[in-house]
């Protein structure tokens, strides 16, 4: 085999990859005869070296604490009692629980919050509709609703009365966790929380 | 199946962060950029993990990071080591000597400023080898190019910072 020579151009590539280990045998042996027939060669593989060492030597920094998630389960305690979550990722979440008494306690708030939407009575829509198909009073300028109120505001008064029979339309949230407490007697099912999690009252 | 080869994004966070943080900091040399990068590729990954296919992890998550840092800067801008055949090659081994460490150690201000000097190809295709430990092809599979480009890459890159910088030894 005829001699090489050396030529930086054509196999400092070389001399790069073979200090990153990705040369395929027959190259590790150019390399070799290359650093054994060449002082330059020699010369400028040590200069690659040096730069790669700087490089890989660089201090290596610590990513922000705050970056990074504290091991809590966060928002995905939501959509663990809406049963959103894949079995896999289920188990986990529920592995979780079994060790962390704050994501317990948070997956109870949660659930407390949770059950007095869910318990929000059904709007009876045939009242508002009757209401909207009423013609309009035109007394000179007068509405149907004194004080000035808007539309949206008479709309919400209306809703209130349906649901409300009449009472107080101010909703309590306890008031509503019974109502679910009631649902879910009636409703085997119906509760959400896996029996090892069972929310208790406050 | 998948449960063994998904990881949750919890789990890419912690291992994965720092080299992202890290991976971040060297091509910008700036920490809030760092930290920007890392919170939105962590934000990819949990939307991302449910479509991901087991393969090459490595590939999928480097390519996400890869993206999301082209995309903030256009919002602003190993296989084991061959050994050498048998023969006198005294102090030609992959392994630095002491006294190179040492200097490189000192240098390392000077290294991230010139890495900054470098076109955007070379620098990515340097840190993701030197910094992030990237293997080529992981290179090639992150960066969409060839095996031979980030071969070629990491060269010229590598070339361009022996020009910059001034060795102490």
Same mark, same amino acid.
């Given at each position: 085999?005829?001699?090489?020579?050396?030529?930086?151009?054509?196999?400092?590539?070389?001399?790069?990859?073979?200090?990153?280990?990705?040369?395929?045998?027959?190259?590790?042996?150019?390399?070799?005869?290359?650093?054994?027939?060449?002082?330059?060669?020699?010369?400028?593989?040590?200069?690659?070296?040096? %730069?790669?060492?700087?490089?890989?030597?660089?201090?290596?920094?610590?990513?922000?604490?705050?970056?990074?998630?504290?091991?809590?389960?966060? !928002? =995905?305690?939501?959509?663990?009692?809406?049963?959103?979550? %894949?079995?896999?990722?289920?188990?986990?979440?529920?592995?979780?629980?079994?060790?962390?008494?704050?994501? =317990?306690?948070?997956?109870?708030?949660?659930?407390?919050?949770?059950?007095?939407?869910?318990?929000?009575?059904? %709007? !009876?829509?045939?009242?508002?509709?009757?209401?909207?198909?009423?013609?309009?009073?035109?007394?000179?300028? =007068?509405?149907?609703?004194?004080?000035?109120?808007?539309?949206?505001?008479?709309?919400?008064?209306?809703?209130?009365?349906?649901?409300?029979?009449?009472?107080?339309?101010?909703? %309590?949230?306890?008031?509503?966790?019974?109502?679910?407490? *009631? =649902?879910?007697?009636?409703?085997?099912?119906?509760?959400?929380?896996?029996?090892?999690?069972?929310?208790? *009252?406050? | @199946?998948?449960?063994?080869?998904?990881?949750?994004?919890?789990?890419?966070?912690?291992?994965?962060?720092?080299?992202?943080?890290?991976?971040?900091?060297?091509?910008?040399?700036?920490?809030?950029?760092?930290?920007? $990068?890392?919170?939105?590729?962590?934000?990819?990954?949990?939307?991302?993990?449910?479509?991901? &296919?087991?393969?090459?992890?490595?590939?999928? $998550?480097?390519?996400?990071?890869?993206?999301?840092?082209?995309?903030?800067?256009?919002?602003?801008?190993?296989? #084991?080591?061959?050994?050498?055949?048998?023969?006198?090659?005294?102090?030609?081994?992959?392994? #630095?000597?002491?006294?190179?460490? $040492?200097?490189? /150690?000192?240098?390392?201000?000077?290294? &991230?400023?010139?890495?900054?000097?470098?076109?955007?190809?070379?620098?990515?295709?340097?840190?993701?080898?030197?910094?992030?430990?990237?293997?080529?092809?992981?290179?090639?599979?992150?960066?969409?190019?060839?095996?031979?480009?980030?071969?070629?890459?990491?060269?010229?890159?590598?070339?361009?910072?022996?020009? @910059?910088?001034?060795?102490? /030894?």
């Amino acid at each position: 085999m005829a001699d090489l020579i050396f030529d930086p151009d054509v196999h400092g590539e070389l001399f790069s990859a073979y200090l990153d280990g990705q040369l395929t045998p027959a190259e590790v042996i150019v390399v070799s005869e290359l650093l054994d027939g060449s002082g330059e060669a020699i010369q400028e593989f040590l200069a690659l070296r040096r %730069v790669r060492t700087s490089l890989r030597l660089l201090p290596e920094f610590e990513v922000p604490a705050a970056l990074l998630p504290d091991g809590h389960l966060g !928002d =995905r305690l939501s959509a663990y009692l809406d049963g959103e979550l %894949v079995t896999i990722e289920h188990r986990r979440v529920t592995k979780h629980l079994v060790d962390c008494s704050d994501c =317990r306690a948070e997956l109870q708030e949660l659930d407390r919050a949770r059950i007095a939407v869910r318990s929000l009575p059904g %709007v !009876d829509t045939t009242v508002t509709e009757e209401i909207a198909a009423t013609p309009p009073l035109h007394h000179g300028r =007068r509405r149907i609703v004194a004080g000035g109120l808007g539309a949206a505001a008479a709309a919400a008064l209306l809703v209130g009365l349906a649901v409300g029979g009449g009472s107080d339309p101010a909703f %309590v949230l306890e008031d509503l966790a019974t109502h679910h407490v *009631a =649902r879910a007697s009636a409703e085997p099912g119906f509760a959400v929380l896996p029996a090892a999690f069972e929310v208790s *009252a406050p | @199946m998948t449960e063994e080869l998904t990881p949750t994004w919890e789990d890419v966070a912690h291992r994965y962060g720092r080299k992202i943080y890290n991976f971040a900091y060297r091509l910008t040399g700036n920490p809030d950029d760092a930290a920007d $990068l890392v919170q939105e590729v962590l934000l990819r990954v949990r939307k991302g993990l449910s479509s991901y &296919q087991p393969g090459s992890f490595d590939g999928w $998550l480097w390519r996400i990071t890869r993206n999301a840092f082209l995309d903030g800067i256009r919002k602003k801008k190993r296989r #084991p080591e061959s050994a050498l055949p048998e023969g006198d090659h005294h102090d030609l081994g992959s392994s #630095p000597s002491p006294d190179e460490v $040492l200097a490189s /150690i000192r240098l390392s201000d000077d290294v &991230q400023s010139a890495l900054l000097k470098l076109p955007y190809e070379f620098r990515e295709a340097v840190v993701l080898c030197d910094v992030v430990g990237l293997a080529y092809d992981e290179i090639a599979e992150a960066t969409d190019v060839p095996v031979g480009t980030v071969r070629s890459r990491i060269h010229r890159g590598r070339k361009l910072l022996r020009g @910059m910088l001034t060795w102490p /030894i």
